[in-house]
């Protein structure tokens, strides 16, 4: 399922920053992943420049992130419910964003249909 997307949230920059980050790049690294300028990058973090559609997909594929993750976007944690013990003092949050985290890309390999490894 493909949404088609008016407008990003004002927060795209920070997902970005976050997942850039994460992913062990400089700012000029990732632009040369996503084939953007660093300028352009830099402009999207600082909030500056809103990010196009294709420039935030080919950022999620630079990072190893999904678009929804990079926008906040998603259709998966509005229909998720989850019900858990914890013990050991257990971080029920990060359990919460982990298995998201799962479902989010789950969603993503079947929108590109790619197939369930055996």
Known sequence: MIQEVESLPADVGALIERARVAAGLSQRGLADAAGIS???????????????????????????????????????AGRVQCAARATNDSDMQGMREALLHFLELDSYLDDQAIPVAI
């Open 38 to 76: 660093q300028s352009t990058l830099s402009r999207i973090i600082a909030g500056d420049r809103v990010a196009k559609v294709p420039e935030v997909i080919a950022i999620a594929q630079a990072t190893g992130h999904t678009v929804a993750q990079l926008t906040g976007l998603s259709d998966v």
